[in-house]
């Protein structure tokens, strides 16, 4: 976090190693996520993201370092309670109603399934409520995405962990679903999301790191990014960081 930003973290990565045999994907990696911060994991394909994020979720064992969700070890199963998780390649059973599967998913978040919450959170994202009640199977790549956002949406956790959330949406359902993000975020909710959209990490985010080659080489707010690589915006900002030695 910034110097003087007296928010508590929400994530704590303290000198985090991932290693596939001789394949060293994460180095050392340290950084924090302030509570009610909207923050961004930028690099290309490759570069570490989705494996920080499954290092955080403890789907993978760390060769080095250590994890704190709100200061909880994130070995610890508890530590995920306070998180909701959409994966890059988000696929939900096939054989529920969307209705059925967001049914489900709050029990699990341990929420009541409010029906008019859910039918205005489709308005607002550009969906038909009729569409409830209609096998994911027949949903679209875009309406899968909608679906699996909402699931975060309505979970009630305080941090969303997002790993490209706008993967397959199209203009509309993205400047939608930014727009809902913001407000969640002015509600105090913390977003950590990895992707590659800097369009988006520069309309949405406090801060940002650039995971390149298994180390960060910048991490801060879009605008000091740029002033460091002398760049004129995010983009070629991120360009100029990443061919750095």
């Keep these: 976090m910034e110097a003087g930003d007296r928010r508590s973290p ?11 045999g001789a394949r060293t994907v994460l180095d050392h990696i340290d950084l924090e996520v302030g509570e009610g911060e909207c923050f961004a994991l930028v690099g290309v394909n490759g570069a570490g993201k989705t494996t920080l994020i499954k290092s955080l979720l403890d789907f993978t064992a760390l060769d ?5 969700i709100h200061g909880e070890s994130q070995r610890d199963t508890r530590s995920r309670n306070h998180l909701a ?7 939900p ?4 109603t969307a209705g059925d599967f967001l049914k489900y998913m709050a029990k699990l978040h341990g929420v009541s399934y409010e029906a008019r919450q ?4 489709y308005e607002r994202l550009d969906l038909d409520a009729e569409a409830l009640g209609r ?4 949903y679209s790549k875009g309406m899968v995405q909608k679906l699996g956002l909402i699931a975060c949406f309505l979970s009630g956790r ?4 997002l790993d490209e959330p706008m993967s397959g ?8 679903v930014k727009s809902y993000l913001q407000e969640q975020k002015s509600q105090g909710r913390t977003i950590f999301m990895a992707t590659h959209l800097l369009n988006d990490v520069e309309a949405l985010c406090d801060r940002l790191a650039i995971l390149h080659e298994g180390r960060l080489r910048f991490v801060g707010t879009p605008a000091q990014c740029c002033l460091d690589a002398r760049a004129s915006d995010l983009e070629q900002a991120y360009l100029a960081l990443i061919a750095e030695k």
Excluded: M, S, T
């Design 135 to 138: 096998a994911v199977r027949q």
């Design 10 to 20: 929400a994530l704590q990565f303290d000198k985090v190693v991932k290693q596939y």
């Design 85 to 91: 998780f959409l994966p890059e390649r988000f696929v």
């Design 64 to 68: 080095g370092g250590e994890i704190r």
């Design 158 to 161: 305080r941090l969303l962990v």
């Design 118 to 121: 859910v039918e205005a959170l």
């Design 93 to 96: 059973p096939h054989y529920f």
């Design 169 to 176: 949406l199209d203009p509309k359902a993205r400047a939608l």
